[in-house]
């Protein structure tokens, strides 16, 4: 079973910037799909980006579409989520999953295998 632990999360002013990781346990995480949810107080986890396991192809949530990018780097078994022109609205805990067998469903959360702990992300306006 793959670990995923997050990193990087922090307080950042509105219109800044923060680069989460996602580093994984095994090297199986390669073959598997990923992606990054958020969840805020009070609200349900909510997709914001999806990456294949080769990293050909990316997803977003509208939100976030032109200020995050998802990458990953398979030789050192890591995803990325770069965050730009931070908004009050994206604090959340930010999580990674992990999915097995990629699907059309890429955006719930129900898809995914593994999960990490989650990174805090708060940002001040």
């Known amino acids: 079973q793959v670990q995923l632990v997050e990193s990087g999360g922090g307080l950042v002013q509105a219109g800044g910037s923060l680069r989460l990781s996602c580093a994984a346990s095994e090297r199986t995480f390669s073959s598997y799909a990923m992606g990054w949810f958020r969840q805020a107080p009070g609200q349900e986890r909510e997709f914001v980006a999806a990456i294949t396991w080769n990293g050909r192809n990316t997803y977003y949530a509208d939100s976030v579409k032109g200020r995050f990018t998802i990458s990953r780097d398979n030789a050192k078994n890591t995803m990325y989520l770069q965050m730009n022109s931070l908004k009050p609205e994206d604090t959340a805990i930010y999580y990674c999953?992990?999915?097995?067998?990629?699907?059309?469903?890429?955006?719930?959360?129900?898809?995914?295998?593994?999960w990490g702990q989650g990174t805090q992300v708060t940002v001040s306006s």
């Open positions: 999953g992990a999915d097995k067998y990629w699907s059309d469903y890429y955006y719930m959360s129900s898809a995914y295998d593994y």
